[in-house]
């Protein structure tokens, strides 16, 4: 009877399986006919039908975690909305998984290929090289220091994408921001994709508040939200009264934190005043929606460039939420200098960010 | 005063954020003492931490958000059960297909219910409930009578599930079920329904614990948010020597370890944060070394049991 109830659980469970397998995304293309390609074509030149290319994003993590890589879901999600293409992504991959990931959408001539993380930096170099027909896309995290440079080697259809000087403008709102004199900015780990932001906050907040203490570190998580709003808390019960960070769904304890003490925080990677009302002042976001649409384009239309592909804030490669009507409750001074602040450094009237 | 105070405040942390770790600890040990080897908690905790969201949510109250989580954590209790008492699989293997299948099922029911979106869904939370007069007393009385309806709840079961293991005669039959289920057997004791109920009571329980995480420490579930809290209720109850005050003992030496390197992080006395991280897992391996006896296990643990 036992073994009965134990045999018919498994052939369920196989069933099960087989089903889930059975709905595996459709959109594979079709191996059959290849395209012809010579080596070289890729760099430039060719154009190419939006709506025929095709784009995969390889994500280190979760499509739904509230940073890095919700924002290039978001990103494959915008081209397909717009081109009509089909938005294709693979989650959660680890580093020694990622090339063969990488070699199997290369084979299948996929014309862009996002590999989201610089920890899978080798595995791209590798697979670019091997692949000339397909673009590659890296996304990196730049520091303001440009010590960033020397990482980046040159191959013809690898890019190393992304936004720089997010901090700065960061720190400059939270120098504006702040009544006390003490701001904090919380990493979730000493990744490139979070020290770049990190690197930028002392520079910006000296650009709007030259007397601010800044304290910038790390929560060595990011995903424990409860762990996350104790330290902010830690920090808020010293005085720091504008709090902002970037440690996926990690950070969002920090904005809970600030909302329960009543004192400003800022958004990150995502519009997310709706997580503290209270607290989350502004917004800011890595603007790779844009970013990727425009690395897009240039295969399209054949003006792909390769090596560091950095976004400024003058390029439009960092954007800032709305206000959600914190500017009438913000005094006055305030909301002035901010929107003040934020024009100039796009416009790269503070110095060339 | 000044110091006293702060000391109070860090009393006051360390007592918060025990709560879900004790909880989660005080259901496995009661799976324990029926001879269950279940590590399981962390899946059991993240699919109740996302059910007290949608319950709160859905019906507007707390509580019943506690409710469906309790009622989530019965039902992984259950399956947990008729794999491992009825069929009688592996418990160990069984625990972690737990743990999966709460970490897959809580992200994909998440992202059935609220969306894939940046911002989270906010519900109703837990709120500190003072006691009078109590919650006056310098020092510790904030830290002690100042918090969540859940966090006395937790501190409570403490010496009920101590009386109830130790003191009661229910409790002698489920330890005796834990360290010789054929003498139980022999001696009349259902087996079985014990541990069917130990294991369903234990669950739930321990997702008390998780709905405290994310309807009580914050009002919005994150996805992977447990971050290992099940796992160290497991070493709590091999801590805390198989006992509900040695487990109470073993989570607040461990979030202690959480305050000390939120303190040193604020002071900004320069340590790299990856130390820091490692503070309360250290100072959980220093104490234990200090006060180390064995602990002894129930016997039957992990063995399962065929009738007859």
Request: charged share 15%.
């Amino acid at each position: 009877m036992k073994k009965c109830l134990a045999v018919l659980l498994a052939v369920l469970l196989v069933f099960g399986a087989v089903a889930i397998a059975g709905c595996a995304p459709k959109d594979q293309p079709d191996a059959s006919k290849p395209k012809e390609t010579k080596a070289g074509e890729v760099d430039g030149g060719e154009k190419k039908d939006p709506s025929k290319m095709k784009v995969v994003a390889l994500l280190s993590g979760v499509i739904t975690d509230n940073g890095w890589n919700q924002i290039c879901y978001e990103s494959v999600k915008n081209l397909a909305d717009k081109y009509g293409i089909a938005a294709e992504y693979n989650e959660n991959i680890a580093v020694s998984d990622m090339a063969e990931y990488i070699r199997t959408y290369a084979e299948e001539k996929y014309d862009m290929i996002i590999v989201h993380g610089s920890q899978f930096k080798a595995s791209a170099e590798e697979m670019a090289r091997k692949y000339p027909d397909s673009h590659f896309c890296l996304s990196y995290g730049f520091r303001v220091d440009e010590s960033t440079a020397d990482q980046v080697e040159d191959i013809p259809n690898l890019a190393y994408v992304g936004p720089v000087n997010m901090g700065v403008l960061i720190g400059a709102i939270m120098g504006i921001l702040t009544d006390n004199n003490k701001v904090v900015f919380l990493g979730g780990q000493d990744i490139p994709a979070i020290t770049d932001i990190v690197s930028g906050i002392k520079e910006g907040v000296s650009l709007t508040n030259k007397d601010a203490a800044v304290m910038t570190d790390y929560l060595g998580t990011l995903t424990d939200a409860d762990l996350a709003k104790e330290r902010a808390l830690a920090f808020i019960d010293d005085g720091y009264d504008v709090i902002s960070a970037s440690a996926n769904t990690a950070q969002l304890g920090c904005l809970h934190a600030a909302e329960e003490r009543g004192v400003y925080a800022l958004g990150f990677n995502g519009d997310q005043y709706g997580v503290a009302p209270n607290a989350v002042v502004l917004s800011v976001m890595r603007n790779y929606p844009a970013i990727y649409e425009d690395v897009f384009l240039s295969i399209a239309e054949g003006t792909w460039k390769s090596g560091m592909v950095v976004y400024t804030l003058k390029d439009n490669g960092t954007s800032v939420s709305d206000w959600h009507g914190w500017d009438k409750k913000l005094p006055k001074e305030k909301v002035d200098a901010i929107n003040d602040v934020i024009q100039k450094l796009y416009k790269g009237e503070l110095g060339d960010y | 005063m000044d110091l006293l105070q702060t000391i109070g405040g860090y009393l006051f942390t360390d007592i918060r954020m025990a709560a879900p770790v004790l909880l989660a600890g005080l259901g496995l040990l009661l799976m324990n003492w029926s001879g269950l080897l279940n590590i399981g908690a962390e899946g059991t905790m993240l699919i109740a931490a996302l059910a007290a969201v949608a319950g709160s949510h859905y019906f507007g109250s707390v509580w019943m958000g506690l409710l469906l989580a309790m009622l989530a954590g019965a039902v992984f209790g259950l399956l947990f059960a008729v794999l491992t008492v009825t069929l009688r699989a592996n418990q160990t293997v069984v625990g972690a297909a737990i743990n999966i299948l709460g970490l897959s099922l809580s992200t994909t029911l998440n992202r059935v219910l609220f969306g894939v979106e940046t911002t989270v869904t906010k519900v109703d939370s837990f709120k500190v409930l003072e006691i009078p007069l109590l919650s006056k007393i310098p020092v510790i009385g904030q830290a002690f009578f100042a918090q969540m309806p859940i966090v006395y709840i937790a501190f409570l079961l403490v010496p009920v599930m101590h009386y109830f293991l130790f003191k009661t005669k229910p409790g002698l039959n489920l330890r005796s079920v834990g360290e010789n289920p054929r003498v139980a057997d022999t001696l009349g004791i259902n087996v079985y329904r014990t541990q069917y109920l130990a294991t369903i009571i234990g669950s739930m329980i321990i997702a008390a614990g998780g709905a405290f995480l994310s309807t009580g420490l914050l009002n919005f579930f994150t996805e992977d948010m447990v971050a290992g809290r099940g796992y160290i209720a497991l070493a709590a109850v091999i801590f805390g020597k198989y006992k509900p005050a040695g487990i109470m003992i073993a989570a607040m030496i461990f979030m202690a370890g959480n305050v000390v390197s939120n303190v040193l992080q604020v002071a900004g006395v320069g340590i790299p944060y990856t130390f820091l991280t490692m503070i309360p897992y250290i100072l959980t391996i220093v104490a234990l070394t200090i006060f180390a006896s064995r602990a002894v296990a129930p016997a039957s643990l992990g063995k399962p049991y065929k009738r007859g």
